[in-house]
């Protein structure tokens, strides 16, 4: 299937490093976020999952749940954990996927639909499966990012991303280019300056279809 922005995102019954999941249950009523590597033991998903793993407040706070998955199995799952806890220094406290079948890599579109994993097989072989999705409450996709296998995610825009996200959803604005929180929001166009200015105060006026304001507190 070919999954866009605000496509409700498959569900599935998967294993993982912490226990069976279905996965729209395994959300509930949180934000989440599935993202993939392609193999266990490599050396920049490594880094990756330690940094995820570092973020846990951040996620915690955010009312974010988190999860991996990779082509590899459980038991993998479960031994690659400990260099990823000794590399980050801290407890790798969300689960990962064992898509051992490409199911969910194929759901997702994160590989063709005749792709399959030869014995032997290297991260070469599965190498598309490397991508961050945020996925909303209403279990809708809200953001999608596809990465090389050579060059490390940056988890800081990640987490912008999920901000930027979560202020849209409840504040009804939208965020100019770099934003973060306590920045300027830009004020939709479905709103009059009148309008605007009742709910947001001062607005700037950049042009007549840019205008800027700052979130009531």
């Known amino acids: 299937m070919s999954l866009r922005i605000n496509d409700v995102v498959p569900d599935f019954e998967a294993d993982t490093s912490q226990g069976p ?17 392609p193999k266990d033991f490599t050396p920049v998903c490594t880094t990756e999952f330690g940094a995820v793993a570092r973020l846990n407040d951040e996620w915690k706070t955010r009312g974010t749940k988190v999860i991996g ?17 000794s590399y980050a220094g801290c407890e790798v406290g969300f689960p990962i996927i064992a898509d051992e079948d490409l199911k ?4 997702f579109d994160m590989l063709p639909a005749d792709a399959y994993l030869p014995d032997g097989r290297t991260p070469d072989d599965s190498a598309t499966v490397r991508a961050v ?10 953001l ?8 490390g995610r940056n988890f800081a825009e990640v987490v912008r991303a999920l901000d930027a996200l979560q202020m849209a959803t409840t504040a009804g604005v939208a965020m100019p280019a ?5 920045q300027d929001v ?8 009148e309008d605007a200015r009742a709910k947001f105060g001062d607005i700037e006026k950049v042009f007549p279809y840019l205008r800027k304001a700052k979130l009531p507190k």
């Open 133 to 142: 999705f945020i996925i909303g409450p209403d279990k809708k996709l809200k």
């Open 178 to 182: 770099d934003w973060t929180v306590g």
């Open 144 to 151: 999608a990012m596809i990465y090389p296998m050579n060059v």
């Open 69 to 85: 998955i990779s082509v590899d199995g459980v038991e993998e799952h479960k031994q690659w954990i400990n260099d990823i806890a």
């Open 21 to 37: 999941i279905r996965f729209h249950e395994w959300i509930g009523d949180s934000w989440a976020i599935l993202f993939s590597h």
């Open 186 to 193: 830009i004020v939709p166009l479905s709103l009059s300056d």
């Open 104 to 107: 969910v890599a194929k759901l």
